[in-house]
């Protein structure tokens, strides 16, 4: 309850003074493709698509790399002691030792070639170039998605901002309503009733005001730890975010997103990879047919490490007839794997083609509640000011005001909303085709 003997007027400024709004900390202001671009560096999701197509590159040289023969260079160097007891040299006549010592040193190289195995290396290397496919789509998608997190977070802080703007204008309009107020009160043409009305208004739009400035704290917070940055970032508005026509073609659109969409490129491939791994699998039904050679040389000291050379040259074949049903279940493994990958395929199809709609129909409806909304304010607007000037002349009541005045704040950040709903649905769809609308 509001102390009698304390002025409106001195009130009034105490309540300003107790909610003029948060601190605000040192923001950085970066525009949405700088966001994007931060986004895409700093998500850990996307670093670990990068590893993963680095790692399938390598699988893709590994399985070319067994068409090549391999190549192994040895060398040993050897010290053998026997014990043994001494002997009488009838000779020389003199005892010797029995005791013996050797040394000797080997090198080689040896070589070996697999002509035939199976089958299973061709396999191999289509399912590591499926593997790369499927990883750069992946890797393509994670950037999209990446990218989308930062696009919704940079509308919701931009959002943000706006509100605080609309919230501002609501507090000045509630000083200005106190003042008329205590003006007509001192010269008895309304009630205590009214600037008391108009004190509360006043306290509830400031109480509002620092709402939207802790949201615009929290949000811009949020969109500096997508960036990868340690403190809060403000968006730059752009006059291009407010062009809100459509003109999609939606069959169109769904053809190209089925075509192109990065998920589902990356969902195909996996299959690939797998009906290529049942195909490895099978291959070890097959024999296998190598070619080795080796090439030696050895000496020792009983010889003055002369090195004297031994060569081999072998064409072996092995044919795993029965491994204990080992076979079976690799196969039966990998064909499991096939089915979920393709089950995987399906379902992504399916699910770009209910998003899409979902998200078309979502653009649509944000459409048309930002025309709905643009007539809302100039409505509020209007019947603010036709109620301020009936108050004024005495012919409309203080709830009349306060009414007009919170329904024109209502359809201000209702406008809001549906301009920004508007954009994040935009870019939902843009993840979804994998390019800019």
């Known amino acids: ?30 525009t949405l493709s700088e966001a994007i671009q931060l986004a895409r560096q700093a998500r850990p999701t996307v670093a670990q698509a990068r590893a993963s197509l680095r790692t399938a590159e390598a699988q893709v040289r590994t399985s070319t790399g067994a068409y090549l023969p391999s190549l192994n260079a040895t060398s040993s160097g050897n010290t053998s002691f026997s014990e043994a007891p001494g002997h009488f040299n ?72 706006q509100v605080v703007r609309v919230r501002q204008a609501s507090v000045r309009r509630a000083e200005e309503q106190l003042t008329l ?17 108009s004190l509360v208004n006043l306290g509830n739009a400031r109480l509002a005001e620092v709402t939207a400035g802790s949201n615009v704290a929290g949000t811009q917070a949020g969109l500096g730890r997508t960036l ?29 997103a089925l075509d192109h969409s990065p998920s589902v490129i990356a969902a195909e491939a996996n299959a690939r990879a797998a009906r290529a791994s049942v195909t490895s699998a099978r291959a070890a ?10 090439n030696n040389w050895n000496g020792s000291d009983a010889n003055s490490y002369q090195l004297f050379a031994n060569r081999s040259l072998t064409l072996g074949m092995s044919w795993p007839l029965f491994n204990r049903f080992q076979r079976e279940q690799n196969i039966a493994t990998r064909l499991g794997s096939l089915d979920a990958a393709e089950a995987s395929a399906a379902d992504a199809r399916r699910n770009i083609q209910a998003s899409l709609v979902t998200q078309v129909a979502a653009l649509e409806a944000a459409r048309l509640r930002i025309e709905i909304t643009q007539t809302s304010v100039t409505a509020a607007t209007e019947d ?54």
Request: a neutral charge; charged letters at 20%; aromatic letters at 8%.
């Open 285 to 294: 039904y097959w024999p296998t047919l190598a070619l080795s050679g080796s």
């Open 90 to 161: 009838e000779v020389t006549q003199q005892l010797e030792r029995g005791n013996r010592s050797t040394r000797s040193l080997s090198f080689g190289l040896s070589a070996s070639i697999d002509l035939f195995t199976g089958f299973g290396r061709g396999a191999d290397r289509r399912a590591a170039k499926a593997g790369v496919h499927a990883a750069d789509a992946s890797l393509t998608d994670a950037e999209y998605q990446a990218g989308l997190l930062a696009t919704q977070q940079f509308f919701d802080a931009l959002a943000a901002q």
């Open 384 to 437: 603010l000011r036709v109620v301020s000037e009936r108050y004024r002349v005495g012919a409309a009541t203080i709830l009349d005001v306060l009414n007009s005045q919170e329904a024109l704040a209502q359809a201000e950040v209702d406008a809001i909303t549906s301009r920004f709903d508007f954009l994040k649905a935009r870019a939902q769809i843009e993840a979804l085709i994998g390019h800019p609308l």
């Open 181 to 197: 107020s205590v003006a007509k009160l001192k010269v008895g043409s309304a009630t205590r009733s009214d600037s008391l009305r």
């Open 228 to 256: 990868g940055l340690d403190h809060g970032v403000a968006a730059a508005d752009d006059s291009t975010f407010y062009h809100f026509s459509l003109g999609l073609d939606t069959a169109a659109l769904m053809q190209e």
């Open 1 to 30: 309850m509001i102390p009698r003997r304390w002025p409106l007027p001195r009130f009034a400024a105490l309540l300003a003074l107790a909610f003029g709004g948060p601190l605000s900390a040192q923001t950085t202001a970066v």
